[in-house]
């Protein structure tokens, strides 16, 4: 049978290719057929050679092998089943199967009708090799086939008579084989005829189920004939013979063993044993090391003593003895020795209960335990009950402590055991006064705290310390003054002399002597009030000047001013610019912060600013002509409501007590000349305190 199409096709495939491989024809056969064994796409092969001949051989090969493969498949079924429907689907490969299935139950139809096996049907070259094959496998050994012989005898039996020379003289020599006749060729056993009657090809008895392989091995054809091969090893211990069976193997007498000097080697189907050489006695046991050890026989057997008489084991024996009174625990031995009678514990010497109630018992006794104690049979003693562990959480409402057959509850701090023994009630600690002042109590606990000007103590947590109010970082500010720390408040104070304390407590308070009329001065002088004191002080108006008006309280100052008063004729009087000398006192603090220039004095004049005069413009200067200590002061002019003013500012702190007069000129200026000038006296006092 042809192979099939889609096999064919991928051939012309191949044919594009170009070889170049110097592998030969004979291998590239038989990687083809490894790989038609394997079951590999016959169509796809990995290809060995460029060679397009190499290729041709290959896949025609590969699918040879895949044909016989399946040609035996379908022999097999056929005489296993005896049928091929099974094998009825529109496939490549079933439908070589199935050819061969049909065509070999055609040649068991035939043997079945004792009809001759070599038959004249036209159903195709391979469909009559299977047919007559399978017709043959089932015929008796006398059937004879008169047609066309498929199997002759060899050569060495044709020779007998030598007709095979004449024979082949008859053929003329164009039989690959041999001749029979009459111008007609035969093949030697193993193998057919090819259609072109002169040339033999080997018959492949694996493919037409000719083999006597068994099951479990596998046919694989052979030059004239086939070998069977086993698909399953023997496993271990046994070796595969010529004639494909499992034998054991003798490791004793091949010398594989591993059996030591003192042991001999003792053969087992698949494998061996090690026997000992030494044999041991009677009363014995062998180990696996060959060793001999002691039958202990009162262990081993059952009773091997009679009755009355105990056993004793001896080395490779034992002996039997007669058995004396043994009483076990909780019995003696009677006075005649022949019997055991009970021992009445709780009438012993020894207290065996310690304590509580003792019952005799056959043997033993039991002890009859009090309340908060149990009985141990193991130790036949009486224990005690730890009822906090046994019962944990439902006794005791806060601790429970176990005691000998009892138990005792307790609380934790800040509680005291209630009237049942067991809750707890919140102990009041504040009835016992812990705390240094005042006390709260809580539910298990209690708090102290102080009363004002105290703190509690971070040591103890109930004493209350003085808060030092002085010492605190606003300390500084509670008082103008002196800060005095007193237990649990503090009090101010004032320096000694020209102040009092104010009614806040902490501020001080200058005092006006001028006004209360505890100064000094006499009468010619005037009182200034000063911080923290006063100062006499009298004052004369130079000559041509005279005193103007009376003394009026201005900016914290009193001001006295004297004017020119010249005489009748007094001509240098009239011409002399300075119109007037004013007396004015100012008293100051020691500034603690000095951030920005303080206004002390402000010089107000009657002249508008920027204003103009038939004469022309006019103007005001102001100058600080004597008495400017450290220059820590300056004068500056500006406008107020349209009129110049002088302002006298402090710009540097100053540290007292200091006492200065400022000297300042106010000057009256036109475009012509001066039209006069003012002099203006400040009697500064910087006291040494800030308030």
Known sequence: MGPCAVLLCSVLGVLLGQGVGQISIEDCCKDGQRRGNDNEDCASLPLISESIPCRIVQEHCCVTVLEDNMCTTGITVAKDQGVCDSLFTNTCETKSTKMCCDCCLLGKATQAKDLPCDHNLSVGYQCGLVSRACCMDGAPDNQTTPTQKTELP????????????????????????????????????GYKLKPDGKSCEDINECLLGASNCRGGERCINTESSFRCQREVSCGTGYELTDDNNCKDIDE??????????????????????????????????????????????????????????????????????????????????????TRCVDIDECNGPEKVCAGH?????IGSFRCECEAGYTFNSIGRTCE??????????????????????????????????????????????CESNPCSQECANVYGSYQCYCRRGYQLSDIDGMTCEDIDECALPTGGHICSYRCHNTPGSFHCSCPVSGYTLAPNGRSCQDIDECVTGTHTCSVNQSCFNVQGGFRCLSFECPNNYRRVGETVARLHSDTIRCTKSCQPNDVACVLDPMHSVSHTFISLPTFREFTKPEEI???????????????????????????????????????????????????????????????????????????????INVHMFVSEFWF
């Open 252 to 337: 004793c007498e091949t010398g594989i063993h591993n059996c030591g000097p003192e042991f001999e080697c003792q053969n087992t189907q698949g494998s061996f044993r090690c026997l000992p050489k030494v044999k041991c006695g009677p009363g014995y046991i062998q180990d696996a090391l060959g060793n001999c050890i002691d039958i202990n026989e009162c262990v081993s057997q059952m009773g091997p003593c009679h009755r009355g008489q105990i056993c004793i084991n001896t080395v490779g024996s034992y002996i039997c003895q007669r058995n004396s009174v043994n009483c076990g625990r909780g019995y003696h031995v009677n006075e005649e020795g």
């Open 601 to 679: 004095v402000f010089l107000r004049t009657t002249v508008p600013a920027y204003g103009s005069y038939h004469l022309g413009s006019y103007d005001v200067k102001f100058d600080i002509l004597e008495g400017n200590v450290e220059n820590a002061f300056d004068i500056i002019k500006r406008v107020e409501n349209g009129m110049y003013v002088g302002v006298v500012r402090q710009v540097k702190s100053l540290i007292g007590p200091l006492a200065t007069t400022l000297k300042l000129s106010m000057r009256n200026l036109t475009t012509q000349s001066d039209s006069g000038q003012n002099i």
């Open 154 to 189: 060899n050569m060495d039996e044709n020779t007998d008579n030598g007709e095979n020379s004449i024979l082949s003289d008859q053929c003329k020599g164009k039989c690959a084989h041999d001749c029979v006749g009459n111008d007609t060729c035969s093949c030697f056993k």
């Open 357 to 361: 109630g003792c019952i005799n018992m």
């Open 384 to 429: 005690d009950v730890n009822e906090c562990r046994h019962y944990p959480g439902r006794l005791c409402a806060h601790k429970c402590e176990n005691i000998l057959g009892s138990y005792k509850c307790s609380c934790t701090n800040g509680f005291k055991l209630a009237a049942d023994g067991r809750n707890c009630d919140d102990l009041n600690e």
